[in-house]
């Protein structure tokens, strides 16, 4: 625990403008970042006595270990940078919201030839119109499915209308009016994409125009006496009005806004949207976050605003915007808003009438959220809790392990040897930092030296991380793959044995200019506006576990410790899970220790073992598909992919172009006759295939076709 007093800056130090701070803490992590008018009055705050700060607060100056700051000229870029940052670092006493699920859309993909309607999840993508979120993707289809009578837009993946155009016929959709079938020519890609934005623009709440223009074109039929026209007609108005009824209207005035609202304890918050497009409510979402930080209602509904519209721009951003509270930077955050949407935006508190009422809805719902949310996760909570603390007592561990590492190996006969890292913290999964190794330092099978291998290269990449910023004690020496001493330098620029380059310059960006400029200042040294070497990112390897956990008994255990200790780490628990009797097993112990089959520590674990063996079991496969799919054409060199399907599908498989001359190669079109010796000659060296056997009647199957490069 750091005194907040010996990183505090000197008086005058700190300028009198706005700006955005960052804490460290001493392995140079970025662990809270925050925005401010004025820097020193904000920064001051957190530099009083201990016991008259908030208990989180204190809890974040304890843990910190230096703090800087960059100056900017508005409260609007402040603000902006402020969100760059918490995206960048994931400071761990921000307030983040999490979301349970991945919200349904419904998106046409206007930056297609002829523009998609179809349900997407995920990172929104450009060109492409969304509508929504939605609580459930079926309840996409069903609108879709209504809307398709009347706007008959392709819903189809890219494989189905390859396939359709190929066929000369369309799929179902097309023979019962329900697409336009572009991919046989039934109508032009122009008249298609106006089909497609005629369909946006009734989902965005422009309903009365095409409501009226079908009921126009039904009373025409009608007078007409074209009576099957006209019942179509009317069929079609319907399902348009059925689609509109499942979104009914909540604003009279259709209005475009979004509403959020909060529910709160003293330990996490809740926070709804609702949606409201020309009146109706299009979609719905929730989020909810540990309160990990001390704020205020105005701060939460800021963090909200930052989260939901921070890659958001145009349209996605309402004309209003409804909350419960106005943030303190009011200004900044609606200038910030207006900016995103390329106009005005009004942020404000609804006070009486229709907006009112639908607030308190959107209130209520957040408040059922908090307590779903409370009922799941108390049980949760109190379950990896006790599970961390069993663990400690049976390991004899000095404290709960908030860090697991797990490693396993994992080969097939001794083929394509590879090794995983999970990493677990608070008993959770962080799938960010998993990693994968490649065993290079030997061939074929020896669990036990891979994982001397794998252990010794993820720790020297932690050593290299902890020379880079100062922290690393040189009584631990680091030493190469036959255990003499090196450089832990020379860890990241590949010259250790045993150690991956590559992996060792993923690690994290070294010294580099910082993106404002020499308007940063470092607050725990002299203000000279120099740039700290670490930049604050999370990076690869660079925080250490509490407990090293790995796949196997005895063995693998002692491997492991060997690895440690030839580095000089000694803080570093280790213990082993034997798959057989799910022992667990300690570095030295002749006898394993055996945790009741009921205890919860066993059973996470069971489940860190488990994801590091599923992880790495995955990687292995992938690279064994990978190898098994190569090509004796893979060597030739400068022979494209669309040169190689042109020889498989000119001959019809690879036995076969084996057998051709050069000459014969060399009437495939595209084809010299240098390219062609080439291939002849890379096909004579590879080995032909075995033949695949008829496992029923054991029969030879000739490779006459099919084989594919």
């Known amino acids: 625990m750091a005194d907040p007093s010996s990183y505090r800056p000197k008086p005058g130090q700190i300028p009198d403008t706005p ?42 100056v304890t843990t910190a270990a230096s703090v800087e700051w960059t100056v900017v000229s508005t409260e609007v870029e402040a603000l902006q940078l402020e969100y760059s940052w918490i995206k960048e670092y994931d400071p761990r006493f921000n307030v983040k919201y999490r979301d349970d699920k991945s919200y349904p859309y419904l998106a046409v993909t206007l930056n297609e030839e002829f523009p998609r309607v179809q349900v997407m999840r995920g990172h929104k993508k450009k060109g492409v119109r969304y509508f929504g979120p ?102 079609d108005i319907e399902a348009l009005r059925r689609a509109m009824e499942k979104n009914a209207v909540v604003l009279a005035d ?60 145009g349209d996605a951003v309402p004309k209003e915007v409804l909350v419960p509270a106005v943030p303190e930077d009011a200004e900044a955050v609606t200038l910030w808003l207006s900016g995103r949407r390329g106009s005005q935006v009004s942020l404000r508190v609804p006070q009486r009438g229709d907006k009112k009422d639908l607030m308190e809805t959107v209130a209520r719902n957040a408040q059922q959220a908090l307590v779903l949310h409370k009922t799941k996760r108390a049980s949760d909570l109190t379950t990896r809790s006790r599970a961390l603390e069993e663990i400690a007592e049976a390991l004899d561990l000095d404290s709960a392990p908030l860090r697991i590492e797990c490693f396993d190996i994992s080969h097939l006969q001794g083929d394509d040897v590879v090794a995983s890292m999970v990493v677990f ?167 394993p220790v055996v945790l009741p089959r009921s205890s919860e520590g066993l059973y996470l674990l069971q489940r860190v073992r488990d994801t590091a063996h599923d992880f790495a079991i995955r990687y292995q496969r992938s690279k064994r598909n990978k190898r098994v799919r190569t090509s004796p054409l893979d060597a030739v060199p400068g022979l494209g992919d669309t040169r190689k399907q042109a ?52 029969e030879i199957i000739e490779d006459d076709g099919g084989s594919t490069a």
């Not at 109706?280 to 939901?308: I, M, N």
């Not at 051709?660 to 032909?688: D, F, W």
Request: with cysteine; net charge negative.
């Open 19 to 60: 700006g955005v701070y960052k804490f460290r803490d001493d392995h140079r992590r970025v662990i809270y970042v925050g925005k401010a008018k004025s820097l020193r009055q904000r920064l001051a705050n957190y530099f009083q006595p201990l016991a008259s700060l908030h208990p989180r607060t204190a809890t974040m």
């Open 134 to 235: 939605y609580a459930h993707a079926w309840a996409i289809r069903e609108t879709v499915d209504l809307m398709l009578r009347v706007f008959p837009v392709r819903t189809c993946s890219a494989g189905v209308f390859r396939n359709a155009a190929s066929a000369g016929r369309p799929c179902l959709l097309g023979y019962i009016g329900k697409c336009s079938a572009p991919c046989v020519g039934r109508v032009t890609p122009d008249e298609h994409r106006e089909l497609a934005e005629e369909f946006c623009d009734f989902m965005a709440g422009r309903t009365g125009t095409y409501i009226r223009r079908l009921e126009k074109q039904m009373m025409a039929a009608a007078e007409e006496m074209e009576y099957e026209k006209a019942a179509r007609l009317r069929d």
């Open 254 to 313: 259709a209005t475009d806004a979004d509403l959020i609202a909060l529910a709160e304890d003293e330990l996490e918050a809740a926070v709804q949207i609702f949606h409201v497009r020309g009146g109706r409510v299009r979609g719905q979402r929730g989020w909810v976050t540990d309160k990990v930080e001390a704020v205020s209602t105005a701060d939460l509904v800021e963090h909200a605003l930052q989260q939901l519209y921070g890659e958001e721009s």
């Open 425 to 591: 913290e608070d008993g959770l999964p962080r799938k960010s930092e998993y990693r994968r190794f490649q065993i290079k330092g030997f061939e074929g099978q020896d669990d036990v030296r891979s994982m001397h291998e794998v252990i010794s290269r993820r720790f020297k990449r932690y050593l290299a991380e902890k020379e880079k910023t100062g922290e690393w004690d040189q009584e631990g020496v680091a030493v190469d793959a036959e255990g003499d001493a090196v450089d832990a330098g020379a860890v990241a620029d590949g010259s250790v044995d045993g150690v991956d380059p590559a992996d060792a310059l993923r690690a994290g960006p070294g010294p580099g200019p910082d993106a404002v400029g020499p308007r940063h200042a470092n607050g725990s040294g002299p203000a000279s506006g120099e740039v700290p070497a670490d930049d604050g990112r999370p990076k690869r390897f660079a925080y250490p576990p509490q407990l090293v956990v790995v796949d196997g008994g005895q063995p693998q255990v002692a491997a492991a410790r060997r690895a440690l200790d030839e580095l000089g780490i000694d803080d570093i628990a280790v213990c082993g899970l034997a798959k057989r009797l799910e022992e667990v097993w300690l570095p030295g112990d002749d006898d």
């Open 647 to 698: 020889l498989i599908k000119h001959f019809g498989s690879v036995k076969r172009l084996r057998q051709a001359t050069i000459e014969q190669i060399c009437e495939v079109p595209g084809m010299g006759r240098k390219t062609a010796e080439a291939v002849a000659v890379a096909l004579a060296q590879a080995a032909p295939a075995a033949p695949a056997v008829n496992t029923a009647t054991g």
